[in-house]
């Protein structure tokens, strides 16, 4: 392909995106097809002779189009969102044409200067103090395990990586019953282990780490000869919103001198409403480490998750490591690979400086508290329905609800409604109950769209009753 039909073909996707999304919320929001049947329809070998563009992109709207779960579709209310605003994507499709690899300052400074002060407009966004720097990552998953790998490297004087974890004891690290999965893969991957992430159960009417609990978990172990190395605090757990209160939980890390972490990947973008951060974000500053993803609630297109550090030290005495072919002479600069698990990373920071020149804070903040007003109401329409129940009430977004029946009932409910294809929901579980989850956060969605789901439900629920 010379770079002339790339401009005729980039105008065509162009378009061919700009009507997608115009035409979305005709289509069912989760994908209709059955297991196995994209790949019956995919040759089992490659081509050996070259395709015209036309065949290919023939086949992509008749072969892969049927097979997507639409994630932009503004009736998606399943999961945590993973928005995609257009400026966003702009700057990911110019992102992707000069296609740099920007591990380090030398191999593409615009990259990395920009990712220093995009995290410093997300941390003055987010009302963060000053001090906090910090590294944009590909997700949660790995900030959490890059913070799980310091606390593990603190705990042990920074001996673990060079001389393993044997003779080092029981490393246990502390959380709420509450927490994502990505925390208890964290402690696998860094060789804690399962049995060492201390699970508390999450009381109160935001489901929060007791911090008296803490207290004494951390006290039973120390008599015991454990290890304790790290906390993590929830702002926004995924299955029902739960919510540390963080000053507490920063009062008991400090008492016993542990590295903590909290996980605000989907709440944090929330935090750019000062009105919301009295009740979720009092004591923050104390957190060594702090996660949230603009990819998800904000709008940043995937991926993008921002890691904010008090002290970046404690991480790159962790994580960094410096063959002969990554050193770079001259000035000092930051190489935000030495701060992170993979070496290669993507220019991130382009589609947060688009995405916030775009919308302005105060743009990104109507939306986010229209999700919290919209949800607030369509729960208020759920609870009317007969023999329906809240089982947990709107925290932010995000509320739980069963309808008459079993656990299993719960499960047919969440399916039909997505062979249905109106709306998209998913299930949860809460204190060993299945629950069917409801978040409003798709960037696009109107408050017509979030209402419209109530009458579906009822419609769907009248028909497998
Ligand atoms: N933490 C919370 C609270 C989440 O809801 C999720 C995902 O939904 C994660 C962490 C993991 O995020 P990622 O997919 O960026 O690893």
């Known amino acids: 392909m010379d770079w002339d039909e790339f401009a005729e073909w980039s105008k065509q996707i162009a378009d061919w995106a700009a009507d997608y999304h115009k035409t979305l919320a005709d289509r069912p929001v989760r994908a209709q097809t059955a297991p196995g049947e994209i790949a019956e329809q995919l040759p089992v070998a490659p081509p050996e002779d ?19 779960t ?19 994507m702009l700057a990911e499709m110019l992102v992707t044409t000069i296609a740099a690899q920007c591990m380090l300052w030398q191999t593409s400074p615009a990259a990395t200067e920009m990712e220093g002060v995009m995290v410093d407009w997300l941390r003055q966004a987010l009302d963060l103090p000053e001090t906090y720097t910090g590294v944009i990552q590909d997700s949660a998953s790995s900030a959490t395990l890059s913070a799980v790998l310091t606390m593990r490297e603190r705990a042990t004087g920074f001996t673990g990586n060079r001389h393993g974890l044997s003779g080092k004891g029981n490393l246990r ?22 049995e060492n992430l201390v699970k508390l159960p999450a009381t109160g009417p935001r489901f929060a780490l007791d911090a008296n609990a803490l ?6 172990d120390l008599e015991d000869g454990q290890i304790p190395a790290g906390i993590i605090a929830i702002t926004g757990g995924t299955g029902v919103g739960a919510s540390d209160q963080l000053e507490p939980v920063l009062a008991v890390a400090r008492k016993h001198d542990l590295y903590t972490h909290l996980d605000a990947a989907w ?38 998750s921002v890691q904010f550090l008090s002290d970046p030290l404690p991480q790159l005495n962790t994580l960094k490591i410096e063959p002969e072919y990554l050193k770079t002479t001259g000035e000092a600069v930051t190489n935000y690979s030495e701060w992170t698990i993979p070496l290669g990373r ?11 020149r775009s919308y302005g804070l105060e743009g990104l903040r109507a939306r986010i508290r229209n999700h919290i007003v919209w949800s607030g109401e369509i729960c208020e329409q759920i609870r009317a329905f ?9 925290i932010l977004s995000l509320f739980s609800f069963r309808c008459p029946g079993d656990d299993a009932t719960q499960q047919r409910l969440v399916d039909a409604l997505n062979d249905d294809g ?21 960037f696009d969605t109107t408050r017509e769209d979030v209402m419209m789901a109530a009458g579906v439900i009822k419609d769907v629920w009248r028909r497998i009753a």
């Open 50 to 68: 070259a395709e015209a563009m036309e065949t290919v992109l023939a086949d992509f709207e008749t072969i892969v189009m049927p097979g997507m």
């Open 70 to 88: 639409h994630w932009q579709h503004p009736r998606f209310f399943a999961y945590f969102p993973a928005n995609a605003a257009p400026p966003s």
């Open 173 to 194: 690290i502390y959380c709420s019953d509450q927490v994502h999965s990505s925390i208890d893969r964290a402690c696998w991957v860094a060789g804690i282990g399962q």
């Open 215 to 220: 207290d004494q978990a951390i006290a039973r």
């Open 267 to 304: 709440a944090g973008a929330a935090m750019i409403c000062p009105e919301l951060r009295a009740d979720f974000w009092h004591g923050v500053e104390g957190f060594d480490s702090i996660v949230f993803n603009p990819h998800k609630w904000l709008g940043a297109q995937f991926d993008c």
């Open 346 to 356: 993507r220019f991130r920071a382009l589609k947060i400086w688009f995405l916030i």
């Open 386 to 394: 007969e023999g329906f129940e809240i089982v947990t009430e709107p």
């Open 422 to 442: 109106r709306i998209y929901l998913t299930q949860g579980a809460f204190q060993g109950r299945k629950v069917i989850r409801f978040q409003v956060g798709q």
